[in-house]
């Protein structure tokens, strides 16, 4: 069934003038002038086909008509307000559903979370692997983490800076390279290939060769000795995105999220 127009801002103005009886009070309720409120009054009026109050030396009265309609009328604006409240439910909780690449969040999300979460004893993580379909719709997801040129449609912001690190174990002296999906190009044959940076990483680690990966990905491994980089880090088009559509991007507990990760 068709749903009929609702006038909203007409009734709305009608509601606070109903209960002040008067076109001025109502006008400094709704912070608008009286002539504005007259106005809307009038475009009700001929919208409905009827009189909404009638104009006596004491003031507005109410029509039959008016009081007729008023008590459905509160109602449902008392529903109106109980629907946004509900709506709104979901930016005051504390559950949080990220997604990120399986090896992001091994090497650098999780340490992070972590930190955030012991000062946020009431915060809640699902944490889902990121693949290049995702949808935020279907997934019911707050934020994304991506290795991309950008943040494509959504909101986002870069994860520290777009460079790539070649790293070989602390012995060092491998002549081999490892390869894996997003590595940068090469023609040099690879001894091995792995279904990501942070498996590449640990290749590195383990002697297979060395790995060329993004850097932030790569530091905490650099830093522990793990693994060390050899040569200079390499400017790329691909860099770590925080992203998200933008009434996600909004609320205020991805807000406050984003900014402890790019803090």
């Known amino acids: 069934m068709k749903r009929t127009h609702l006038p909203l801002n007409g009734l709305r103005v009608l509601d606070a003038a109903a209960r002040h009886l008067s076109f001025t009070r109502a006008a400094d309720e709704l912070a608008v002038t009286p002539a504005a409120v007259g106005q ?23 029509t039959p008509e008016t009081e007729a309609g008023l008590e459905a009328l509160r ?89 790539f690190v070649t790293v070989d174990r602390p012995e060092g002296g491998s002549q081999h390279r490892i390869e894996w999906p997003g590595c940068p190009n090469s023609t040099e044959p690879a001894m091995i290939r792995l279904a990501d940076a942070g498996l590449a990483i640990d290749a590195a680690a383990n002697g297979f060769g060395h790995a060329t990966v993004p850097l932030l990905l790569a530091q905490s491994d650099i830093d522990s000795g793990r693994v060390i980089a050899i040569g200079d880090a390499q400017p790329s088009a691909l860099a770590y995105w925080l992203i998200a559509p933008l009434p996600q991007w909004r609320q205020k507990k991805v807000k406050a999220l984003v900014e402890a990760l790019v803090g």
């Not at 809307?40 to 109410?62: N, S, Y």
Request: glycine residues 8%; charged residues 25%.
């Open 40 to 62: 809307q009054i009038r475009a009700l009026e001929d919208l409905l086909g009827v009189v909404l109050f009638r104009r006596t030396p004491k003031g507005l009265e109410l």
């Open 75 to 163: 109602a449902g604006f008392l529903q109106f307000e109980e629907a946004v409240r509900a709506m709104q439910a979901g930016q005051s909780s504390s559950s949080l559903t990220i997604a990120a690449p399986r090896d992001l969040t091994a090497k650098w999300l999780q340490p992070r979370l972590a930190a955030y979460a012991s000062s946020q004893p009431d915060i809640r993580f699902s944490l889902v692997a990121a693949d290049d379909s995702l949808d935020f719709t279907e997934a019911n997801l707050d934020l994304a983490l991506r290795l991309a040129e950008g943040p494509g449609e959504h909101e986002g912001v870069r994860l520290g800076d777009a460079t």
